[in-house]
């Protein structure tokens, strides 16, 4: 067993903190705010019906109403249930941490709080990982039992050896076959990965709802000054000694990375999915909370312009996809 297997706590362990600090406090601020959280997947169009006084102004059609020059509201039917996919990268470069949690326990900590909320709710989950490819789907399932499981199968997939890049396209098109009913999926990646993947995440943002849940660690941004240090690629095991205390070599690292970020919000935007950013230093439920707000928000203005508003605003890529070894 390796260490980080070792070092990870139990699923039943872990699911009762999380629902205890986490998932119970969610519960109650988001009370209300799960079909705008997840309306894409949840709702469908049913008809059109002239505005009263109690009705929502938030389902109030725009376009119709200033053709009709009477506002009128939209109204949806409900699935029973929803279905949420997980398609979670689990690949070398997961494991890195530079304080008590890596990559790997912050996706693990995220799926647990997620997948809870919404069977608790009566809705299905399930899940796709990848380490140097996709070799564990979990058919989307409802219950305790089944987040149990997850967490389970997370925490028992061994940290991949250093051998190549990974394919984050491998992933996302797996999912695209998978994945065949309209879903909400959450995209779980540092985005550390070969080319291509851009193109495949917009294919699966046309079908379903998608976020991408965007990992980083905060020393993959910016060096302190520790003298000399080996770095070591993740990916490709490769190592190089730098010199830290060199204020010029930390600049050109954080211009790097500044550079890196700025490709990565452009792909993100393209592919019109909606972003989460999550460090390992990050209070999940606040992170949580705050892509709440970014929802509830973008619900508004789609509302009151009557056309989809799409999100996706990262903040933070690494140069390096390794660190301090």
């Not at 390796?2 to 706590?9: G, I, T, W």
């Not at 304080?99 to 912050?106: P, Q, T």
């Not at 250093?162 to 959450?186: N, P, W």
């Not at 095991?237 to 490709?263: L, N, P």
């Amino acid at each position: 067993m390796s260490e980080a297997m070792a070092a990870a706590p139990s699923s039943e362990a872990l699911l009762k903190r999380l629902e205890w600090t986490v998932i119970r406090r969610l519960d109650g601020l988001l009370q209300g705010d799960y079909r705008t959280l997840w309306r894409g997947a949840g709702l469908d169009l049913a008809d059109l019906r002239e505005y009263q006084h109690f009705d929502d102004v938030r389902h109030i059609d725009w376009n119709v109403t200033a053709r009709l020059q009477t506002p009128y509201v939209r109204q949806f039917t409900e699935d029973r249930e929803l279905a949420a996919w997980f398609l979670v990268d689990l690949s070398a470069s997961a494991d890195f941490g530079s304080g008590d949690m890596n990559k790997r326990s912050v996706a693990r900590e995220f799926t647990g709080v997620l997948a809870r909320l919404l069977t608790r709710h009566g809705n299905r989950v399930g899940a796709m990982l990848y380490g140097s490819a996709v070799d564990t789907v979990i058919p989307a399932r409802g219950g305790r039992l089944h987040v149990l499981n997850l967490l389970q199968r997370m925490a028992q997939r061994p940290a991949e050896s250093a051998g190549g890049a990974t394919q984050l396209r491998d992933l996302l098109l797996a999912g695209q076959r998978m994945v065949k009913r309209r879903s909400t999926v959450f995209v779980i990646s540092d985005f550390i990965s070969a080319p291509g993947w851009e193109q495949a995440l917009a294919q699966l943002a046309t079908r379903h709802e998608v976020t991408a849940v965007r990992l980083f660690d905060p020393l993959e941004m910016e060096l302190p000054d520790l003298g000399l240090v080996t770095m070591r690629d993740a990916e490709t095991g490769e190592q190089i000694v730098v010199d830290t205390h060199d204020s010029g070599f930390r600049k050109r690292f954080a211009a790097a990375a500044e550079k890196r970020e700025t490709h990565l919000l452009e792909a993100l935007a393209r592919a019109g999915v909606d972003t989460l950013e999550l460090a390992t230093d990050d209070d999940l439920m606040d992170a949580i909370l705050r892509f709440a707000d970014l929802r509830k928000q973008r619900s508004r203005l789609a509302n009151w312009s009557g056309k989809p508003q799409r999100a996706g605003t990262p903040t933070h890529l690494t140069p390096w996809s390794g660190a301090p070894a």
